[in-house]
């Protein structure tokens, strides 16, 4: 059974940090791009960051140079961190696994900048 798990949100005041991690299990991990996607209130899911099995790695120019994503593939999980969050950083995050036509989303966890 596939499964992508995100944990790590909750509610962070304007320029903090936040680290989002996503343990994934059920396929072959190593093999897929892993990405993080976001998707506020009343808007559409968006691309945040993607890192490939071969390192390769980008980002929207929203989060480029505040946002580092990375992968361990001895443990099946990737990583988002998040430093000099805004409030329009509030959002529902969610892991991506994507290998040719294969698709799997996680569940999303809550992202709340404020103060």
């Known amino acids: 059974q596939v499964q992508l798990v995100e944990s790590g949100g909750g509610l962070v005041q304007p320029g903090g940090s936040l680290g989002l991690s996503c343990a994934a299990s059920?396929?072959?991990?190593?093999?897929?791009?892993m990405a993080w996607y976001r998707q506020a209130p009343g808007k559409q899911r968006e691309f945040v960051a993607t890192r490939t099995k071969g390192g390769f790695t980008n980002y929207a120019d929203s989060v480029k140079g505040r946002f580092t994503i990375s992968r361990d593939n001895a443990k099946n999980t990737v990583f988002l961190q998040m430093n000099s969050l805004k409030p329009e950083d509030t959002a529902v995050y969610y892991c991506?696994?994507?290998?040719?036509?294969?698709?799997?989303w996680g569940q999303g966890t809550q992202v709340t900048v404020s103060s």
């Open positions: 991506n696994a994507v290998f040719q036509s294969t698709r799997y």
């Open positions: 059920g396929f072959s991990f190593s093999i897929y791009a």
